[in-house]
């Protein structure tokens, strides 16, 4: 009971500060009695500030001003995508401090390697965190793979980056600090419905790296199937007998919408840009046949892949993530004319498919915000002050 | 609380009977004196009964035996089909009483008429039921349609029997006696997840009568979409280029894995037998290659559209229900073999595939299992003695 009134009220500080203990408690239904306690216990923990006064022009005995702490408790998000590392740590106001990306190539190295390049990237975005003055108090790695509900810890293949059971522990330089993995399309997911203002609770978010994932939130909650491996959008199969995928079966959405069918199709080979992401949205906005060819295609694919989801399905929302948000402009018309003329067995409107707010940023993001979402929930993380 | 503790001696009665009050105290963790005032509201509503003394031959004191009742309340079950209409009465048990299903061609005919052949049929059912001591306490219709979660009491679209947002209160002859509609596919799939031995928590039921529909059931609980009209599975795109839908789509599963589809394969016209199904198993059975050709074909279409399934939702079981079941032995090689070649990012058995044990019983079930189910979850849904 406690920790969910130490949860109410550091919410209703994080809503609507600056308020006062006697606004707190006014908002939250509790004594003033109780409320102070539990201001005392979030001050305690490093969760809440208290100011000397409001600059309020109200009436009666001035209360000092809570806040939410931008220099205690923190989430450190980690990223490993096939040519980037990532870091971000954010406050527990949800504003990141600290972002780091580092272009770098990781598919096909040992992922021990990786891991320790990642470790070493995480232990400089600490220290640019605390020296700002804040703690981090918990680490998530956004993983482009697999990652099942059990056992903890485990990434079980990562297709992409060339990974197949690689336990974070075994690679990790410092037991004290082994990040927790999880997929990037969950994450990015989480970071849209956290972060971004959102009608719709159920929805089905789409990211794309190098591969195509998806994640399925459901009234508000990461849907991660039986066994973690829902949203597999990249291998829901467009063509029937089409052309084999590196997953082993044939004529699946990554090998007409994934980031190295576009390429090619749009005459272009991965290798030729630092960023084909950023080369492809130059090329279309300056109309480039080919290139606008390509992203036509691959919006027909995808659009073929997210009707056979609104039928399973139904969200309220569709959301085009990672690099699809940056390619939204020329993607939005072909996916939204396929399902279109794909989903008629109930009323669809076209909006209800929207590019992210959050694009390529959305996975670290997450994995940053998770930490800071479970504190939110259950300050009794917190150390005690 | 009392709410609860209700729910959990009515639960303990009948998944251990026959109980004594004082067996029923040491099982669900209560005082002897709370598990006495609770049995007794239990008897005052109807839902137990309390025999003269046990026959056990333990030592001590005789307590006397609780059990649920079988002369009380009870959950009437009904069902619209294209070519059948059917009434259902369970006990508290869960035990059929009274089943009735009358072979009627509701395709086409006004809703007002269907209805109210309907209500007579349930008039029916019901004084059978009274006949044998039963009081019905909830009325549930499975449609073959789109039932959305609001608002209440409206089929939106059942397009194999010409519906189009019908409000069966508009047309129900007793206004006390309407029933609440549901989509045949969800009540099928719940009553296969009530009454046989399940070890999936997380599946997809598919069932076929005319149409093609799933249901999805996540952690237990029935998962109807935001809107209510998740699992349209008949419509997910297998042929992205292929044949015409009546819904105005292309390429849908219901256009290779549908009744009218199978029957047309299998040069056979739907009209031919009272039973299409059992037709089609009967030919199977013979050897009929036609035929065989014709299930294979389904199999492969619907492996396919399943195969999408578990990419997206990473059930831990899909289960082939209604006439799917009663055709099992000549679709599951074609579905399995489709969806060992499709699934393959992930482990999937072969197994997890499986026939219901319902079949085509299992909509009318589910539709009075419903209010059963509801009345063991809450026993203050029933009157006061």
């Known amino acids: 009971m406690r920790r969910q009134n130490l949860s109410l009220v550091l919410g209703a500080v994080a809503g609507h500060s600056p308020l006062s203990r006697a606004d707190v408690a006014g908002r939250v239904g509790l004594t003033r009695a109780a409320v102070s306690s539990l201001v005392d216990e979030l001050i305690g923990r490093g969760a809440v500030t208290e100011a000397a006064a409001t600059a309020s022009g109200r009436v009666g005995r001035p209360g000092r001003a809570l806040a939410v702490n931008d220099r205690g408790p923190a989430g450190l998000g980690l990223e490993i995508g096939v040519t980037h590392v990532g870091a971000c740590v954010v406050d527990?106001?949800?504003?990141?401090?600290?972002?780091?990306?580092?272009?770098?190539?990781?598919?096909?190295?040992?992922?021990?390697?990786?891991?320790?390049?990642?470790?070493?990237?995480?232990?400089?975005?600490?220290?640019?965190?605390?020296?700002?003055?804040?703690?981090?108090?918990?680490?998530?790695?956004?993983?482009?793979?697999?990652?099942?509900?059990?056992?903890?810890?485990?990434?079980?293949?990562?297709?992409?980056?060339?990974?197949?059971?690689?336990?974070?522990?075994?690679?990790?330089?410092?037991?004290?600090?082994?990040?927790?993995?999880?997929?990037?399309?969950?994450?990015?997911?989480?970071?849209?419905?956290?972060?971004?203002?959102?009608?719709?609770?159920?929805?089905?978010?789409?990211?794309?790296?190098t591969g195509i994932g998806a994640a399925l939130v459901i009234d508000g909650r990461l849907f991660r199937g039986a066994r973690g491996f829902a949203g597999e959008l990249g291998h829901i199969p467009v063509q029937p007998d089409g052309v084999p995928c590196a997953c082993g079966a044939r004529g699946c959405l990554e090998q007409y919408a994934g980031e190295a069918a576009v390429l090619r199709e749009a005459g272009l080979t991965p290798h030729e840009a630092a960023d084909p992401v950023a080369l492809l949205a130059d090329r279309a906005a300056a109309g480039h046949a080919a290139t606008l060819g390509a992203l036509d295609r691959a919006g027909r694919a995808l659009g073929l892949a997210l009707a056979s989801a609104v039928e399973l399905i139904d969200p309220d929302g569709l959301v085009l993530g990672g690099a699809y948000a940056e390619l939204a402009d020329w993607l939005l018309p072909s996916v939204r004319a396929e399902l279109a003329a794909r989903v008629s067995v109930r009323p669809w409107a076209p909006q209800a498919l929207?590019?992210?707010?959050?694009?390529?940023?959305?996975?670290?993001?997450?994995?940053?915000?998770?930490?800071?979402?479970?504190?939110?929930?259950?300050?009794?993380?917190?150390?005690?002050?």
């Open 354 to 385: 929207r590019p992210s707010a959050l694009g390529r940023r959305g996975p670290l993001l997450g994995a940053a915000l998770t930490t800071v979402r479970r504190i939110m929930t259950d300050p009794m993380l917190l150390p005690a002050g």
């Open 92 to 209: 527990l106001r949800g504003e990141p401090r600290v972002w780091r990306r580092v272009e770098r190539e990781n598919a096909g190295r040992p992922a021990a390697e990786v891991l320790a390049r990642t470790a070493a990237l995480a232990t400089d975005a600490q220290a640019e965190a605390e020296a700002l003055g804040l703690r981090v108090e918990g680490r998530v790695l956004a993983v482009p793979g697999v990652v099942p509900n059990e056992p903890a810890g485990l990434v079980e293949r990562a297709p992409n980056l060339g990974w197949c059971a690689v336990r974070l522990a075994d690679h990790w330089p410092d037991p004290d600090t082994v990040p927790e993995p999880e997929n990037e399309a969950n994450l990015g997911a989480l970071a849209e419905y956290w972060s971004t203002e959102q009608t719709a609770r159920t929805f089905v978010h789409v990211s794309a790296e």
